[in-house]
Antibody, heavy 122, light 108 residues
Framework: QVQLVQSGAEVKRPGSSVKVSCKAS????????ISWVRQAPGQGLEWMGG????????NYAQKFQGRVTITADKSTSTAYMELSSLRSEDTAMYYC???????????????WGQGTMVTVSS | EIVLTQSPGTLSLSPGERATLSCRAS???????LAWYQQKPGQAPRLLIY???TRATGIPDRFSGSGSGTDFTLTISRLEPEDFAVYYC?????????FGGGTKVEIK
């Protein structure tokens, strides 16, 4: 049974950066995409981007291009999302989610992490 | 970018009733790559349906998906108490992946 376990909650100052991790256990890591989806308090879901570790291909939503970096470490089965130039509007729950099908870089998400709350406040 | 519009915003129903949720896309969804998720307060979303009509593993058969092109529907045949939640559609046929704004199914 594959599980995604994310790093803990963060409080950041405006203008700083945050890096959230997502460790996979119990299954194959490299051949399934990992995406990052965020949800502001009381709001809907927003896809930020994703990575397919086996090929190293990365896709970003244009809204976050230049501000987000998604990476993966195959040796530790861990994906990372770093968001820079933080502002108050980035306050949200950040989820990692695994793609449904092997070797597809964009997909539906069948396994989700527990979420990491990032609060941006001065 | 494909914009997904869900309706209604809120659905007030009683247990045992049928729920019909709509998701309309601004352009045709490639290969009908349309998914539905359920989200309860304080929890991550859960995949219900993918490929417009295929139930994910472990999802009860009271949940069904239909539609193609730009119009999709999630139907819950008889609402159970645990089905009251927010439901999101998502298209994954083209990048960027996009979600609808959600439909809240609440107890009447």
């Amino acid at each position: 049974q594959v599980q995604l376990v994310q790093s803990g909650a963060e409080v950041k100052r405006p203008g700083s950066s945050v890096k959230v991790s997502c460790k996979a256990s119990g299954g194959t890591f490299s051949s399934y995409s990992i995406s990052w989806v965020r949800q502001a308090p009381g709001q809907g879901l927003e896809w930020m981007g994703g990575i397919l570790p086996v090929f190293g291909t990365v896709n970003y939503a244009q809204k976050f291009q230049g501000r987000v970096t998604i990476t993966a470490d195959k040796s530790t089965s861990t994906a990372y999302m770093e968001l820079s130039s933080l502002r108050s509007e980035d306050t949200a729950m950040y989820y990692c989610a695994r793609g449904l099908r092997s070797a597809y870089d964009v997909d539906a998400f069948d396994i989700w992490g527990q979420g990491t709350m990032v609060t941006v406040s001065s | 970018e494909i914009v997904l519009t869900q309706s209604p915003g809120t659905l007030s129903l009683s247990p045992g009733e049928r729920a019909t949720l709509s998701c309309r896309a601004s352009q045709s969804v490639s290969s009908n790559y349309l998914a539905w998720y359920q989200q309860k307060p304080g929890q991550a979303p859960r995949l219900l349906i993918y490929g417009a009509f295929t139930r994910a593993t472990g999802i009860p058969d009271r949940f069904s998906g239909s539609g193609s092109g730009t119009d999709f529907t999630l139907t819950i045949s008889r609402l159970e108490p645990e089905d009251f939640a927010v439901y999101y559609c998502q298209q994954y046929g083209s990048s960027p992946l996009t979600f609808g704004g959600g439909t809240k199914v609440e107890i009447k």
